[in-house]
C-alpha cells in the first residue's frame, strides 16, 4: 500500500497525542462505531483526567465505557449515560462531571463545532433545569432561544468501513451515527479503519467523510460490539 500523504500509520504512531487533561472526541452510539484499537491504546497508555465528548458512555466493556469505568474521565459531556452504570455511581460520588445535551442538539453543537460556527441557537430544553442551567438566552423576532456552544476537541477519533490513502471514509450502515460530525470537530482527527485501499477505489458518491478531516488512519484490530445489542 502506497502512503503518498502520510496519513497511514500504526497506532503506536499516534499515541503521543493523547495526554493527561486533554479534551477528547469520539464516534459511536453504546459503543457500535467507536473506536476500540484507539480506546484501548489510551487505556493501556494510562492517560487520565479526560474531557470526552460524545452521544454517551457506552458499556462498561464496551465503547469509551472502558475508559469510563477505569475512571480515566474527570467529566462527560454526552447525550445519556444509562447504559453505563459506572458513569451514573462516578456523577453520584462527585468524581464525574456530567454535561447533559439533548441528543439532536449535542450532534449539532459537534457540527457546528466541526464548520467553525461559535454556537447555535435552540428552544429545546428551555423549561428543563438540567438542560439550561448557566446557558445564556438569545431574543431573535421575539422569540428567546438557548445559547448552545459549539463542541471542538483537541483530538476525535472515529470509526470507519474502509479509507484510502488521503483518508476518505465510508462507513457500515448504523456504525456510521455520529462519526462524520466527529471527525470534523477535532483539531486532530485519527480514523481507526477496517480496511484501507488504494487512491481512486471508492466512489466519489459514496464518501462520507472527506479526508481533508482525517490527519491519521490506523488499522483496526477488530470490533467487540455485537454481542451488546443481540
Known sequence: MDNPFGKITALENVME????????????????????????????????????????????TIGIGKLVKAE????????????????GQQMHEGKLVVEFSPQGILAERIRAGGVGLPAILSDIGMDNEIVAKNKPLFSLNGKNYLVETALTAEVSIVFAKKADEYGNLIYDKSARNTNPLVAM?????????????????????????????????????????????E
Request: hydrophobic share 45%.
Open 17 to 60: 497525542l493523547f495526554h493527561d487533561g486533554m479534551t477528547l472526541m469520539f464516534g459511536g452510539f453504546g459503543g457500535v462505531g467507536s473506536p476500540p484499537t484507539l480506546i484501548d491504546g489510551i487505556l493501556e497508555k494510562g492517560v487520565t483526567n479526560l474531557t470526552l465528548i460524545g452521544n454517551d458512555t457506552g458499556f462498561p
Open 72 to 87: 480515566r474521565a474527570k467529566k462527560v459531556i454526552a447525550s445519556h449515560i444509562g447504559s453505563n452504570p459506572f458513569a
Open 185 to 229: 470537530a477535532g483539531d486532530i482527527t485519527i480514523a481507526e479503519v477496517e480496511e484501507i485501499v488504494p487512491l481512486g477505489s471508492l466512489a466519489p458518491d459514496e464518501i462520507i467523510t472527506p479526508g481533508v478531516f482525517v490527519n491519521y488512519v490506523i488499522p483496526s484490530k477488530g470490533v467487540n460490539w455485537k454481542w451488546a445489542w
